[in-house]
């Protein structure tokens, strides 16, 4: 064992000093591996920010994985008892230990604007809503649990709406008007983005809000839904369960379905094409460093053979000679590797690369150490296969080649 480190250390100081030696070959030949390290590092830490934006557009519009939505309705065409479905909904979270759920349903509004009257989407969430949907909240606050105990209810708006009454700051605490059979005044608690361009106005109220001023026949136009978030090894049983358990409370007049809205729901990854191009250009950029190096070491022993012959005339044997050589591509790939690494990390850290390429992430993760292990690993694999060919070729020079050159 001792032998061997001794061989192995004596092997990287010869590859060092050899490295210095033949510094401007040694540069020249560098330079592209550090370039395509730094290129498949970033290419592989821009990829997990890419998918991390793709991730929470889906998650935004679907659910986090894994959601279930849980719609019911009665077969008659009655309205059914959404406070019963309420109370099963609650059971049903404590039994199979579900701590994010909320509410899903839409009605429409009439709204007083400053420039007249308008109907106004609204949708009927729960708190735990913004969680699961990765919801931002561009200005002001989301809704508190406290928020279902207001005189005026809350409203988070979007964009669009917001600027119709003339963007107040929230701080004040602006109102609008609700008009209806029974008018009610609701407070902007918060603005959320709308999308470029687009002027519908909508708007977000917590449904114990609206089930305290809504009509009568508001109420029983509104059928809302729930929404779970559970584990995605548990989706499947507790989609049955909660399929079994409604259907029991609700009894045989209503109809309950439960299924998945979220976008691992079809057990595919949507973003596996992503990694596959991904892994495709880092694999491309890698053989193309790995091709230059190649050329430019097999150069490098053929002008050496003098020096390998006069070596093997003292006693250097072909294992020595092979791992001395490879030791060499190897010791400068794992150099020009760290600096390759530390390029992408300015790159990928970079506010203006990722506000490009994670357009509408919240959560933008750090530059990924798996990126720069695979740009070190790459480094040290391309300078280990690089350095075999020329290793071989070394290995092939024999001591009467030394008197020839």
Not at 62 to 76: D, F, I, N
Not at 92 to 111: C, D, K, L, N
Not at 116 to 124: E, H, I, K
Not at 300 to 327: C, D, H, K, L, P
Request: proline share 4%; aromatic share 6%.
């Amino acid at each position: 064992m001792r032998r061997i480190l001794s061989s192995t250390v004596g092997a990287v100081v010869e590859a060092r000093s050899e490295l210095r030696v033949h510094r401007t070959r040694v540069l020249l030949s560098l330079i592209g591996v550090a370039v395509a390290i730094a290129a498949l590092t970033s290419v592989v830490g821009l990829g997990q920010m890419a998918r991390q934006s793709t991730t929470e557009s889906f998650e935004r519009g679907g659910g986090r994985a894994a959601t279930l939505v849980v719609s019911a309705y009665s077969q008659s065409g009655a309205a059914l008892n959404s406070s019963a479905l309420g109370d099963a909904v609650a059971t049903a979270s404590e039994r199979y230990g579900i701590s994010h759920v909320t509410p899903a349903g839409y009605s429409s509004q009439r709204i007083q604007f400053p420039d007249g009257v308008a109907d106004v989407q609204t949708q009927l969430v729960g708190v735990d809503y913004r969680t699961m949907h990765r919801l931002a909240v561009l200005d002001g606050s989301w809704f508190t649990e406290s928020d279902a105990d207001r005189l005026a209810p809350g409203l988070v708006v979007n964009e669009a709406f917001w600027q119709r009454i003339g963007s107040p700051d929230l701080r004040t605490h602006p109102t609008v008007t609700i008009v209806g059979a029974s008018e009610a005044t609701a407070v902007i608690l918060g603005v959320t983005s709308s999308y470029p361009g687009d002027p519908t106005l909508s708007a977000m109220m917590l449904l114990a809000s609206y089930e305290r001023i809504a009509d009568p026949a508001q109420l029983a136009s509104v059928s809302p839904g729930y929404e779970f978030w559970v584990p995605g090894d548990l989706a499947d049983s507790i989609m049955a369960g909660l399929t079994s358990d409604l259907r029991g409370v609700l009894g045989s007049a209503a109809t309950v379905d439960v299924f998945r809205s979220d976008y691992a729901a079809n057990g595919e990854d949507p973003l596996g094409p992503i990694t596959l191009v991904i892994t495709g250009v880092a694999v491309l950029i890698l053989f193309l460093g790995a091709l230059s190096l190649v050329n430019i070491s097999l150069v490098t022993v053929r002008q050496r053979v003098r020096e390998i012959g006069i070596r093997r005339s003292f006693g250097a044997t072909s294992g020595r000679v092979f791992f001395a050589v490879m030791m060499e591509s190897v010791v400068g790939t794992v150099a020009a590797g760290v600096i390759g690494v530390f390029v992408a990390v300015l790159v990928v850290t970079n506010p203006t690369v990722q506000q490009l390429v994670a357009q509408g992430a919240i959560e933008l993760p750090p530059f990924p150490l798996e990126a720069a292990l695979v740009g070190l690993g790459a480094a040290t694999a391309v300078g280990a296969l690089a350095g075999l060919l020329p290793a071989l070729v070394a290995v092939r020079v024999r001591v009467i080649d030394a008197i020839r050159y």
